[in-house]
């Protein structure tokens, strides 16, 4: 049996996948895609994940590509500690925090912190490069999010319905662990492990709006997850200057 | 036990449970909302979802209000016919058909068809109302939606964009099904449920791309799907002009 992750900085989607294999015990072999110099759309790594996005995970043949889908699967083929609600309505919970994530948080986040952080790197960056790693990226919707990170050309409407939905998601985070200790009830879920990544760094986005004294739940939670082993595991593998978030 | 299950026309996202129930041979009461008539937007239908929008699955305390995440639900919950793999290598494919038409399908063939059929509709009624109805929209999100679908205010970008989708996604269903029956495999799982509304309206959107000379798998899996009991008795709650969709 082998288990291979191609995965960039754990704080992104790759960090879902590597918290949940640390939380299961599962021995596996990680392999890093730099998807700042463009690895992710170089043959090699688009011989496994043709779209050219990270994470992938590479179980005995068997290739999954989408992070939160790749969760359900690792609980489901290792042995370990289950990282899903035992019954029916706890699951859909899960999946409902997840999807929100994925759907309404991640991609807001995402945006804000690409135009805060990532395009002032990139401007930093040779024409002739950017131009030749845009002409590299595999399918049509990536490239034109690539174009738009690299020539920072989000709209101040985007940007701003972006910083409004992280500030709803705060809100909403902060309700349900007000009531509960982990997202979905008294049980340690993907829910949590899907939604850390894209929460932690909302303090840091938002000091306004999520700080000790308006959302003391949401960060008590955050501390929480840091320290769980696992995610100590997983953000060990930090290489560079994202590593702060 | 009780079950119901509060949806419009069977041919958009309410199809999937309808589908699903049938096929697993749960009894359940139909709730009809009428969207064209805002009565996703009224007290009472808030009230089971605030977010205003259907389907909606009420089980015994449980609402559940995500259509492929319902899926799963009603497969886990209910005796009948298992509409999952048995395998984890197969859920995942399942998983990944079904997002598949959530996150890129789905959307394109939505704001086509908006543009195409509900957009007119809309220009014929009274702009008081029109206006009323905006007001009503519970979330920021769906009140943009809805803003935009009411003016047919649709970048021409935007539609050029979901045209491509189409046409992709017409490939890549057409290329599944000549190697396998179903989306996953042999056997016939919520994957073919969730794709089924968004995929059947394909020949009729982009004759020149879908259609028995290209791609006869993917009409061949279309009339199969329509000739199954379950999806007939769901059809059978159509109720108005899209019927023929």
Same mark, same amino acid.
């Given at each position: 049996m082998t288990v291979e992750l191609y995965h960039f900085?754990?704080?992104?989607?790759?960090?879902?996948?590597?918290?949940?294999?640390?939380?299961?015990?599962?021995?596996?072999?990680?392999?890093?895609?730099?998807?700042?110099?463009? @690895?992710?759309?170089?043959?090699?790594?688009?011989?496994?994940?043709?779209?050219?996005?990270v994470p992938a995970l590479v179980h005995d043949g068997t290739t999954i590509t989408e992070s939160t889908i790749m969760g359900e699967?690792?609980? @489901?083929?290792?042995?370990?500690?289950?990282?899903?609600?035992?019954?029916?309505?706890?699951?859909?919970?899960?999946?409902?925090?997840s999807r929100f994530g994925d759907e309404f948080l991640g991609p807001s986040l995402s945006m804000i912190a690409w135009s805060q952080f990532i395009a002032p790197m990139m401007k930093q960056r040779p024409q002739a490069e950017l131009k030749k790693a845009l002409e590299g990226v595999p399918t049509a919707e990536r490239r034109s999010a690539w174009s738009k990170t690299i020539h920072n050309d989000f709209h101040p409407e985007e940007l701003e319905e972006s910083r409004?939905? =992280?500030?709803?998601?705060?809100?909403?985070?902060?309700?349900?662990?007000?009531?509960? @200790?982990? =997202?979905?009830?008294?049980?340690?879920?993907?829910?949590?492990?899907?939604?850390?990544?894209?929460?932690?760094?909302?303090?840091?986005?938002?000091?306004?709006?999520?700080?000790? @004294?308006?959302t003391p739940h949401l960060l008590s939670w955050i501390t929480r997850m840091r320290e769980r082993p696992a995610v100590v595991q997983a953000l060990a593998y930090s290489r560079d200057s994202l590593r702060t978030l």
């Open positions: 900085e754990p704080n992104a989607n790759g960090g879902k996948p590597l918290i949940a294999l640390f939380e299961k015990g599962v021995a596996f072999e990680s392999r890093w895609v730099d998807l700042l110099n463009w @690895e992710q759309h170089q043959p090699p790594y688009l011989a496994i994940n043709p779209k050219g996005q699967y690792i609980d @489901e083929v290792f042995i370990g500690p289950s990282l899903r609600p035992g019954d029916a309505a706890g699951r859909e919970r899960m999946r409902r925090w409004r939905r =992280l500030e709803a998601s705060i809100v909403r985070l902060e309700q349900q662990l007000a009531r509960t @200790e982990w =997202l979905v009830g008294t049980q340690y879920t993907l829910a949590d492990i899907n939604l850390f990544n894209m929460a932690a760094p909302l303090p840091i986005f938002c000091p306004l709006e999520a700080n000790i @004294e308006r």
